[in-house]
Structures are given as C-alpha cells and as structure tokens.
C-alpha cells in the first residue's frame, strides 16, 4: 500500500453518514458533532445516546445505498457485511469512507488524535494498528507542553506579520524559533530546533 495522505477536514455544515448504532458509532457520532458535521445515523436500532443527540437524523432501518447521495463522508461502523456494503455504494459515488476496523476496505481511516490549546495532533498506522496509535497518541500529549496554547497564539501574530512583511517562506521557522524561545527567557527553557 502507498502512504497514506493526511488531511484535516472542515466537516461543518456539511453532511456526513454514520452507520452502525454500537458503542463505536456512538463515540464517532460525538466526534462528528463536535465538528459540526450534519449527521445522519443510519442502523435498525440505535442507543438512547444517539436518538437524544441534538440535531441527528437518525433513521431506523438496515443501510440502503441511496443513504450516501448527499453525504460528504461516511463512516461505517457497523457489521463487516453491512461496512463491505457501505464501502460499495461509497466507492461508486466517490465519497472517501471510514469502514471502522476494516483497514482493507476503508478509503479513509482516523486516527489516535488529541487537541490541546488550539492544536490537533493524530496519529495513524494506517490502519494496521489502531491501538499503536492510541498509544503513540498518549505519548505525544504528554510531550506537548500545556501553554501550546501561547504558542499558537504568538505563531498566528506572526505569521500575520511576516506575511505583510513579504519575509520569504524560508526565513519564517527560524524567526518563529528565536519568538518562541522569548517566551521562556529567564526561566532556563528553551525550545530546540528539530533535527
């Protein structure tokens, strides 16, 4: 298999399939809500949390094709029947789908992913390994200082600057560097170059 390329997707406002109504679609319902995603459950039976989900359309019957037609994304979490199904009608109406622990069938995977102060890290194995990449996950929060936050924010100020500036793309980390180092002079921290 090829690498994987990574992207982050603006799902607001936009329409997203989730099927499958266990405990795994339910914590990816709550991912896509958080992102503001449209969602439409599609499972013949669904858990009190997800029929009490603000704004879900949960619909109460097996998976027919159709249910993709406006869909942006889809993430299957249901059978591996029912995901070989979904990964069928996705593949025909190209839309990338998450077939949930079907690493052969999926066009899309998720990955181990933390937010802290404004930043968001995932982590995948491209599908091989789904608990590795939880556990890579855990590793790199704990790594990741809590005023990341301070961080963004002076990184964003920046940019702005630099951009109004005309500095060229080149010369921008290291100034970064030497601005996130500011923040720590006095206090015996500073913020190395990666190798």
Same mark, same amino acid.
């Not at 690498?3 to 997203?16: A, D, I, S, T």
């Given at each position: 298999?090829? /690498?994987?390329y990574?992207? *982050?997707?603006?799902?607001? +406002?936009?329409?997203?399939?989730?099927? $499958?109504?266990?405990?795994?679609a339910?914590a990816?319902l709550?991912? %896509?809500?958080?992102? +503001?995603?449209?969602? &439409? @459950?599609? &499972?013949?039976?669904? !858990?009190?949390?997800? &029929?009490?989900?603000? $704004?879900?359309?949960?619909? %109460?019957?097996?998976?027919?094709?159709?249910? %993709?037609d !406006?869909?942006?994304?889809?993430?299957?979490? #249901? &059978?591996?029947?029912?995901?070989?199904?979904v @990964?069928?009608?996705?593949?025909?109406?190209?839309? *990338?789908?998450? #077939?949930?622990?079907?690493?052969?069938?999926?066009?899309? =995977?998720?990955g181990?992913? *933390? !937010?802290?102060?404004?930043?968001?890290?995932?982590?995948s194995t491209?599908?091989?390994? /789904?608990?590795?990449?939880?556990?890579?996950?855990?590793?790199?929060?704990?790594?990741?200082?809590?005023?990341?936050?301070?961080?963004?924010?002076?990184?964003?100020?920046?940019?702005?600057?630099?951009r109004?500036?005309?500095?060229?793309? #080149?010369?921008?980390?290291?100034?970064? %560097?030497?601005?996130?180092?500011?923040? =720590?002079? $006095? !206090? $015996?921290?500073?913020?190395?170059?990666?190798?």
């Amino acid at each position: 298999m090829k /690498p994987l390329y990574p992207v *982050f997707l603006k799902l607001e +406002g936009r329409e997203v399939v989730l099927v $499958g109504g266990g405990a795994v679609a339910v914590a990816k319902l709550k991912e %896509l809500m958080a992102a +503001g995603a449209r969602v &439409t @459950v599609v &499972t013949p039976e669904a !858990r009190p949390e997800m &029929t009490s989900a603000p $704004g879900v359309v949960i619909v %109460l019957r097996p998976f027919v094709a159709s249910d %993709l037609d !406006r869909a942006w994304l889809v993430i299957s979490a #249901a &059978t591996s029947e029912i995901n070989r199904q979904v @990964v069928a009608a996705a593949e025909e109406r190209r839309i *990338f789908v998450n #077939a949930v622990d079907d690493a052969e069938s999926a066009s899309a =995977y998720t990955g181990g992913v *933390f !937010r802290k102060g404004g930043v968001t890290v995932a982590v995948s194995t491209e599908g091989r390994a /789904p608990a590795l990449a939880g556990l890579l996950r855990e590793g790199l929060e704990a790594v990741i200082p809590d005023e990341v936050d301070a961080w963004v924010a002076l990184a964003g100020a920046l940019r702005e600057q630099q951009r109004l500036a005309r500095v060229p793309m #080149a010369e921008r980390r290291p100034l970064l %560097l030497r601005s996130l180092n500011r923040l =720590y002079e $006095g !206090r $015996g921290v500073e913020v190395e170059t990666p190798a």
